[in-house]
């Protein structure tokens, strides 16, 4: 089992950014964000292979957010700009062992979460 720990988040007001990190315990495959806003059920956000040649997007984020990964420190990050209120979520990275990049049951191993705030 990799474990995975995010970091990065907090509170920001709109128009802002913030860079999430995930630091993983081993080698990762597939690498994936989700969120879960208030009340709501997680979504996904972004994926990205491993050899960072094929990335994914959420429309919801297209042209905001870029996700990237460094396999020497068995890292992925996920830059998000110009936030919005409806960005509010705890994000999670996720790593896959195989499946379709945006559903959730493809990834086997999950951060604790981080809960990111966009401010109005």
């Known amino acids: 089992q990799v474990q995975l720990v995010e970091s990065g988040g907090g509170l920001v007001q709109a128009g802002g950014s913030l860079r999430l990190s995930c630091t993983a315990s081993?080698?990762?495959?597939?690498m994936g964000w989700f969120r879960q806003p208030p009340g709501k059920e997680r979504e996904f956000v972004s994926a990205?292979?491993?050899?960072?040649?094929?990335?994914y997007y959420a429309d919801s984020v297209k042209g905001r957010f870029t996700i990237s990964r460094d396999n020497a420190k068995n890292a992925g990050y996920l830059q998000m700009n110009s936030l919005k209120p409806e960005d509010t979520a705890v994000y999670y990275c996720a790593a896959s062992g195989g499946g379709p990049y945006n559903w959730a049951p493809s990834y086997g191993n999950w951060g604790q979460g981080i809960q990111v705030t966009v401010s109005s």
């Open positions: 990205i292979s491993r050899s960072g040649g094929s990335t």
């Open positions: 081993g080698r990762t495959f597939t």
